[in-house]
């Protein structure tokens, strides 16, 4: 079965990894991501003043065109996800905003998508336990520490992907491909978001918490579905290093660069050089190369 | 006919024996005393809670004109105000309480041990068991689903042991039928589990507890003698965070009303904590302090004042373990500043709840109950022990969240109305 893919912008510049070893592993399970059309930006945030129709122009075209295409859309970008479910959310339970909106936009869009997120693709359609007959080279002896973020479960009124305290969904991924998911408190906190432009002290604080309670919990590596958050608690580690000396780097996966692995891919296709921290040789040390 | 034996149920039983009316006292739990026997001292005066009810219990117990039917539910009630014909299940005890003199040899040598439910899963308990020492009636049960001979069929170590052979592993339910002239349901509250709150853990977190559980740990009678202990390692806790209105108070995910004793309880666990751990830390969050009561707003104060306990105005969003500690996060609203706490115990002052079957016993009695599952009362204002059906009345907590001088007022009010029904009959 082939799912509608809207990719996002940063997909296609600083995480085309994300994306490639997503599409890459897709058809290694039996399905294809077949790229929407004339995809836009998704807007990166969901408009927080209710009246500003403007701001929810862009989700609800991208939405528009895809019902034109399908039934079901799915992204990878925790933030996409994030911004196109309640924007969907909106349209579908205020009629108003939708009659307004669709005015805009000149279409009849009604909010009757299924917006699917990779993971949920993952968890319902292929389900986790076909997913670990499909695993090569099952990821053993792996530590790694699921991170959710924010954009994944919150508001979790609009969102519905997991238990909003204690979600497992990603945990379950990790032990599908055989590694071992590390718990630890910090994996449902902010990661410090757009606040690495304005205050970037204030993200490096946030990203310190973060991977310090993963790695003081037994994590070799952390594993994110959102560019931001793998901006903050990857690329920021230098910044991290700087103020914290003892500060140890550790590797951040996409999950689907994980996925890549255990379905065997090559790993020159997996973009490595796209992760801040070089995550070879922690690879290397646990024979998964 | 009195249906429930905490605090408020024993005050109507005792007003109404007194007046020479004959009394039956149902109550579910093996022996009577409710929710108070669990408590350890009182507000706002710090009397124990023990001293002063073991007397009540006591008298009822031996009360010419009470009779007990404990271990024992109302299954069927037929009939009206000045003849009510209720069926009452007497629970298997699987002891011959008529042959049982209360010795406790049996409690004694039971070898199953397992986490005790009136201690909050904190202490163990046999499988064969009273409630507490000074239970009344002092006569043990057996949970069939803790005994070793229940489940193995080998031990009967208990049947052995007693020395009047009052061990019966064949005893079934019994049913009896009392005829009574009115009834007063004084059935009492649960406490909101701890599991409800994702935010603080889903009960998973280690040393966060609820007050009740505090209460035990503070009681001379419960698991840790009365020592402050944290329950994962028997430490001494130095720093405790009390969260007040967990569950309450919060209309959009638990319960919108106030359960009206938090504030005073929490603050007088603090001041015990503070009695006996001298160089410890209490902070007690708070959104606000209700404390209408006589003596009550001078106890609140005694404690910020004077035993330097420290009141934080905010609510906490996240309880989270970091090895030893527990990671407390939450705002103060007066500062504006976030706060963070590394806390040794966190105690939950959980919504008060209706009991679980008090919608059940309810509809067998056809009265309403609200919302919430609280029995309703016929007025708010002007008639609050009354229900909708005559020579039906309700006392206690099982109304709405009470502290104990009000049940006991609920509850002397209750009895009087069944005085004046009988007068005019």
């Given at each position: 079965?082939?799912?509608?893919?809207?990719?996002?912008?940063?997909?296609?510049?600083?995480?085309?990894?994300?994306?490639?070893t997503?599409?890459?592993?897709?058809?290694?399970?039996g399905f294809e991501?077949?790229?929407?059309?004339?995809?836009?930006?998704?807007?990166?945030?969901?408009?927080?003043?209710?009246?500003?129709?403007?701001?929810?122009?862009?989700?609800?075209?991208?939405?528009?065109?895809?019902?034109?295409?399908?039934?079901?859309?799915?992204?990878?970008?925790?933030?996409?996800?994030?911004?196109?479910?309640?924007?969907?959310?909106?349209?579908?339970?205020d009629?108003?905003?939708?009659?307004k909106?669709?005015?805009f936009?000149?279409?009849?869009?009604?909010?009757?998508?299924?917006?699917?997120?990779?993971?949920?693709?993952?968890?319902?359609?292929?389900?986790?336990?076909?997913?670990?007959?499909?695993?090569?080279?099952p990821?053993?002896?792996?530590?790694?520490?699921?991170?959710?973020?924010?954009?994944l479960?919150?508001?979790?009124?609009?969102?519905?992907f997991?238990?909003?305290?204690?979600?497992?969904?990603?945990?379950?991924f990790?032990?599908?491909?055989?590694?071992?998911?590390?718990?630890?408190?910090?994996?449902?906190?902010?990661?410090?978001?757009?606040?690495?432009?304005?205050s970037?002290?204030?993200?490096?604080?946030?990203?310190y918490?973060?991977?310090?309670?993963?790695?003081?919990?037994?994590?070799?590596a952390?594993?994110?579905?959102?560019?931001?958050?793998t901006?903050?608690?990857?690329?920021?580690?230098?910044?991290?290093?700087?103020?914290?000396?003892?500060?140890?780097?550790?590797?951040?996966?996409?999950f689907?660069?994980?996925?890549?692995?255990?379905?065997?891919?090559?790993?020159?296709t997996?973009?490595?050089?796209?992760?801040?921290?070089?995550?070879?040789?922690?690879?290397?040390?646990?024979?998964?190369l | 006919m009195?249906?429930?034996?905490?605090?408020?149920?024993?005050s109507?039983?005792?007003?109404?024996?007194?007046?020479?009316?004959?009394?039956v006292?149902?109550?579910?739990?093996?022996?009577?005393?409710?929710?108070?026997?669990?408590?350890?001292?009182?507000?706002?005066?710090?009397?124990?809670?023990?001293?002063?009810?073991?007397?009540?219990?006591?008298?009822?117990g031996?009360?010419?004109?009470?009779?007990?039917?404990?271990?024992?539910?109302?299954?069927?009630?037929?009939?009206?105000?000045?003849?009510?014909?209720?069926?009452?299940?007497?629970?298997?005890?699987?002891?011959?309480?008529?042959?049982?003199?209360?010795?406790?040899?049996?409690?004694?040598?039971?070898?199953?041990?397992?986490?005790?439910?009136?201690?909050?899963?904190?202490?163990?308990?046999?499988?064969?068991?009273?409630?507490?020492?000074?239970?009344?009636?002092?006569?043990?049960?057996?949970?069939?689903?803790?005994?070793?001979?229940?489940?193995?069929?080998k031990?009967?170590?208990?049947?052995?042991?007693?020395?009047?052979?009052?061990?019966?592993?064949?005893?079934?339910?019994?049913?009896?039928?009392?005829?009574?002239?009115?009834?007063?349901?004084?059935?009492?509250?649960?406490?909101?589990?701890?599991?409800?709150?994702g935010?603080?853990?889903?009960?998973?977190?280690?040393?966060?507890?609820?007050?009740?559980?505090?209460?035990?740990?503070?009681?001379?009678?419960?698991?840790?003698?009365?020592e402050?202990?944290?329950?994962?390692?028997?430490?001494?806790?130095?720093?405790?965070v009390?969260?007040?209105?967990?569950?309450?108070?919060?209309?959009?995910?638990?319960?919108?009303?106030?359960s009206?004793?938090?504030?005073?309880?929490?603050?007088?666990?603090?001041?015990?904590?503070?009695?006996?751990?001298?160089?410890?830390?209490?902070?007690?969050?708070?959104?606000?302090?209700?404390?209408?009561?006589?003596?009550?707003?001078?106890?609140?104060?005694?404690?910020?004042?004077?035993e330097?306990?420290?009141y934080?105005?905010?609510?906490?969003?996240?309880?989270?373990?970091?090895?030893?500690?527990?990671?407390?996060?939450?705002?103060?609203?007066?500062?504006?500043?976030?706060?963070?706490?590394?806390?040794d115990?966190?105690?939950?002052?959980?919504?008060?709840?209706?009991?679980?079957?008090?919608?059940?016993?309810?509809?067998?009695?056809?009265?309403?109950?609200?919302?919430?599952g609280?029995?309703?009362?016929?007025?708010r204002?002007?008639?609050?022990?009354?229900?909708?059906?005559?020579?039906?009345?309700i006392?206690?907590c099982?109304?709405?969240?009470?502290?104990?001088?009000d049940?006991?007022?609920?509850?002397?009010?209750?009895?009087?109305?069944?005085?004046?029904?009988?007068?005019?009959?």
């Open positions: 079965m082939d799912y509608l893919y809207f990719p996002g912008c940063t997909l296609y510049t600083k995480a085309k990894n994300f994306d490639q997503a599409r890459n592993c897709s058809l290694l399970l991501l077949k790229e929407l059309k004339n995809w836009t930006c998704c807007g990166a945030t969901f408009p927080l003043a209710t009246d500003n129709i403007m701001a929810f122009l862009p989700p609800s075209r991208i939405l528009a065109t895809a019902r034109e295409e399908g039934t079901a859309l799915t992204t990878l970008c925790a933030i996409c996800f994030n911004v196109i479910k309640r924007t969907n959310r909106l349209i579908q339970g009629g108003e905003k939708r009659d909106i669709n005015n936009i000149e279409k009849n869009y009604q909010g009757d998508l299924q917006i699917l997120h990779y993971l949920e693709i993952l968890k319902k359609e292929i389900g986790f336990p076909h997913l670990k007959g499909k695993v090569k080279k990821l053993e002896g792996l530590k790694a520490a699921a991170y959710y973020g924010c954009m479960l919150r508001p979790f009124e609009e969102m519905g997991d238990d909003k305290e204690k979600p497992s969904i990603f945990e379950e990790l032990e599908a491909l055989g590694a071992k998911a590390v718990e630890f408190p910090y994996k449902i906190e902010c990661c410090g978001s757009f606040q690495s432009v304005g970037p002290d204030v993200a490096t604080e946030c990203a918490k973060i991977l310090g309670s993963a790695i003081k919990n037994g994590a070799e952390m594993v994110s579905t959102c560019p931001m958050c901006f903050n608690i990857d690329h920021k580690q230098s910044d991290i290093k700087q103020k914290y000396l003892d500060f140890k780097p550790i590797p951040v996966f996409y689907t660069q994980l996925l890549g692995i255990a379905m065997g891919l090559d790993y020159q997996l973009g490595f050089e796209q992760n801040a921290v070089d995550p070879l040789p922690l690879l290397r040390e646990k024979g998964l | 009195v249906i429930g034996g905490g605090i408020a149920g024993i109507a039983s005792i007003d109404l024996g007194n007046r020479g009316y004959e009394v006292l149902v109550e579910k739990l093996p022996s009577i005393g409710g929710r108070m026997l669990q408590l350890s001292e009182t507000f706002p005066t710090l009397d124990c809670a023990q001293c002063t009810l073991t007397p009540k219990t006591v008298e009822t031996q009360h010419p004109h009470i009779k007990l039917l404990t271990y024992s539910e109302v299954e069927q009630v037929e009939g009206k105000a000045g003849d009510f014909r209720v069926k009452i299940r007497r629970k298997a005890a699987y002891v011959d309480w008529e042959k049982c003199n209360g010795c406790g040899l049996c409690q004694q040598k039971c070898p199953s041990k397992n986490p005790s439910e009136f201690d909050r899963g904190m202490g163990l308990g046999k499988a064969i068991y009273t409630l507490s020492p000074q239970a009344v009636p002092n006569k043990p049960v057996i949970n069939p689903n803790n005994c070793r001979y229940f489940l193995e069929k031990c009967k170590v208990c049947e052995k042991i007693c020395p009047v052979g009052a061990v019966d592993y064949e005893q079934q339910d019994r049913f009896v039928e009392e005829r009574v002239g009115a009834i007063i349901t004084a059935v009492g509250f649960d406490l909101i589990p701890r599991e409800s709150f935010e603080y853990g889903y009960g998973d977190v280690l040393d966060v507890i609820d007050g009740l559980a505090f209460e035990r740990l503070n009681s001379a009678s419960g698991p840790t003698t009365g402050i202990r944290r329950p994962s390692d028997g430490k001494i806790p130095k720093e405790v009390f969260i007040q209105c967990t569950g309450s108070r919060d209309p959009e995910r638990y319960m919108p009303y106030c009206r004793v938090c504030c005073m309880y929490t603050g007088k666990h603090a001041r015990l904590y503070k009695h006996k751990v001298h160089d410890g830390q209490a902070y007690i969050f708070y959104m606000d302090i209700r404390s209408t009561g006589k003596g009550y707003e001078e106890f609140i104060q005694q404690g910020m004042e004077e330097g306990i420290l934080l105005r905010g609510r906490v969003s996240r309880i989270f373990r970091d090895g030893e500690k527990i990671i407390v996060w939450g705002v103060d609203t007066l500062s504006g500043k976030k706060v963070e706490i590394s806390a115990m966190v105690v939950l002052a959980t919504a008060i709840v209706p009991q679980k079957d008090t919608k059940d016993l309810a509809s067998k009695l056809g009265i309403k109950t609200d919302e919430y609280f029995l309703t009362e016929a007025q204002k002007l008639r609050p022990v009354e229900t909708d059906i005559e020579g039906i009345y006392a206690g099982a109304q709405g969240p009470k502290d104990i001088a049940a006991v007022a609920h509850a002397n009010a209750a009895a009087s109305k069944v005085q004046g029904l009988f007068a005019k009959h």
